[in-house]
């Protein structure tokens, strides 16, 4: 017997990045409702569906703090190491550039400045990558530029042309792939946003050690030319790492819902067999135009109109394929261009304006010790000690645990993540102040894991910019803060540099820099601020009237 289905239609309607479909069913069966939430074009999924007593029912993506997102965050995790913790070692690179080309310290320095400096600031325009091309494909066009900077590096004939291939398109390449290694762990994760972060962020330490050891035997055994090849090799990882970062649900395109190509009539040719009438008669004449042709000529009348359809096919599918592209490319722009400069722009969220000061601040405060902590050593003699186990190496190894531990600890439902963030920056500015007054290695050891713990507050960060502007604006949002704290790290060790220059003492440096921290401190606490005395204003106000 068979069954009688009726036509299934679906009607989309995407209004504000969001979309919802009806779905008429086959007859006898409930139609389904689903509703699917958008961000920047890769689903993020939610649906709400029909139960049997008719309740909706909100059945969260599977793969929502769990699944995939584990292996998301391992691909975060990879990113962090061959990206921030090859940063963090190239001062290995750097001793070899000043052997090898004889320049000054600080244009040498500025090579290592600029890669670790223009991977934070193009964070920006790597949110508009991230609205038009995805994620993924942005971290896997990240990793190919970032291992051609490096290989190009290996050729390098003077500092100048390092800034070129290393500082800009190594760096950029870097940009590319950490900030889509961000975006997409706080898309996975609701419930474990910070602890997912943590885990990911600690691959920053990891890296460091594995760097700098990778780097040192590279050099040693092959030279550094060599070894920047090889390290241009391991970076294509950054492309594997990329791969892994799948939508939650592999978006359509919004026109073709199937994803197939339309059928394609094409207008028929002059003389073939296919142009009659249905019935496949055709009129004959008496003349000679109108002769029948031989049997054995179809064939090769037929090989001519396959090719000739094949190419019109070929040409509408890139047709097609342009079209799109420029869909989502025009797309992409309007939502990165309305979510900067809009009606709807971030600067118009003034707790977001503050975080933006605080992150010019901040950076430089956790950057300077990694940068000075050596020469410290050594003008207070503490070298032998320091050579057993470098402080530096402190910092970045309690670092690596507190990531972890104050993701737990902002987890946690009794505990605000704002709360845990203020007191990780108040404990690691007071760090800074108490450093230059430590002149034995034990008191030097025990700020420096002071600085390492309380500067775990970077796992912290993607989830304060999320709650600031919402899931749909992270990628915009932590653009612009990775890119002050960009401008930080870039003009932060040279300002150091230059206090010491004046006062020949590295004392001063760390209190103008504690003092400059305390100030983006401030900025954070007058939005806050402001709301308590509006309320006590309000509650006294009430309590008048009443």
């Known amino acids: 017997m068979t069954a009688i289905f009726s036509c299934q ?31 920047s074009h890769e689903d993020i999924g939610y649906d709400f569906e029909d139960d049997p007593k008719d309740k909706k029912t909100l059945k969260p993506h599977p793969n929502i703090d769990s699944g995939w997102a584990w292996m998301v965050v391992l691909s975060s995790f990879f990113v962090h190491i061959l990206i921030m913790g090859s940063q963090m070692a190239l001062g290995v690179l750097n001793v070899e550039w000043l ?32 609205n038009t091309c995805g994620c993924r494909r942005t971290a896997i066009i990240g990793g190919l530029v970032n291992s051609l900077g490096w290989v190009l590096s290996a050729y390098a004939a003077n500092v100048h042309y390092l800034f070129i291939t290393f500082g800009v398109t190594a760096g950029f390449g870097s940009g590319m792939a950490y900030l889509p290694a ?3 762990v706080g898309r996975y994760f609701q419930k474990r ?44 990882n950054l492309c594997v790492c990329g791969a892994l970062m799948r939508p939650l649900s592999p978006g359509k395109d919004r026109n073709d819902a199937g994803g197939k190509d339309p059928q394609v009539v094409l207008a028929p040719s002059p003389g073939s067999k296919s142009s009659g009438p249905p019935g ?96 410290i050593v050594n003008l207070y003699n503490l070298s032998e000690q320091n050579d057993v186990f470098p402080l530096t190496s402190i910092i970045a190894i309690v670092h690596i645990f507190a990531k972890v531990i104050l993701g737990i600890v902002a987890d946690l439902p009794c505990i605000s993540v704002w709360n845990v963030f203020l007191m990780a920056n108040f404990t690691l500015v007071l760090s800074i102040f108490i450093l230059p007054l430590m ?3 034990a008191g030097l050891a025990v700020i420096c894991a002071l600085i390492g713990f309380s500067s775990g507050y970077f796992s ?52 103008i820099c504690g003092l400059l921290y305390m100030v983006g401190i401030l900025f954070l606490l007058i939005q806050p601020c402001i709301q308590m005395i509006e309320q006590s204003r309000k509650k006294y106000m009430d309590g008048a009237h009443v």
């Open 9 to 39: 239609t679906r009607i989309s309607r995407y209004r504000n990045e969001r979309a919802w479909r009806f779905e008429i069913a086959p007859i006898g069966r409930k139609p389904r409702k689903s509703w699917k939430m958008y961000t």
């Open 99 to 130: 052997e090898e080309f004889h320049q000054s310290r600080g244009l040498t320095a500025w090579v290592s400045s600029l890669s670790m400096g223009i991977t934070l600031i193009v964070g920006p325009f790597i949110g508009l990558f991230i």
């Open 182 to 184: 961000v975006v997409m």
């Open 193 to 236: 946003r910070a602890l997912a972060q943590g885990l990911s962020t600690t691959g920053t330490g990891f890296g460091t050690f594995l760097m700098t050891v990778l780097l040192k035997y590279l050099c040693a055994e092959y030279g550094w030319r060599n070894a920047m090849f090889i390290q241009g090799a391991v970076s294509l």
């Open 280 to 375: 496949g008669a055709e009129e004959k004449g008496a003349g000679p135009g109108n002769e029948e042709q031989p049997v054995g000529d179809v064939p090769a009348q037929a090989g001519p109109e396959r090719a000739e359809r094949t190419q019109n096919l070929c040409a509408l599918r890139v047709l097609k394929a342009a079209s799109q592209l420029t869909v989502r490319v025009r797309r992409g722009f309007r939502d990165w261009y309305s979510g900067y400069f809009g009606t709807a722009s971030l600067f118009t969220n003034r707790m977001f304006v503050a975080f933006i000061f605080w992150a010019l601040f901040a950076y430089s405060s956790f950057v300077i010790p990694f940068i000075h902590l050596p020469e």
């Open 439 to 441: 002149h034995t290695y």
């Open 460 to 511: 912290l960060m993607p989830v304060v910019t999320e709650d600031l502007v919402g899931i749909e604006h992270l990628a915009n949002a932590y653009g612009i803060i990775i890119c002050a704290n960009g401008i930080s790290a870039l003009l932060g060790p040279p300002f150091a540099g230059w206090i010491y220059d004046i006062t020949e003492k590295y004392d001063f440096s760390f209190y």
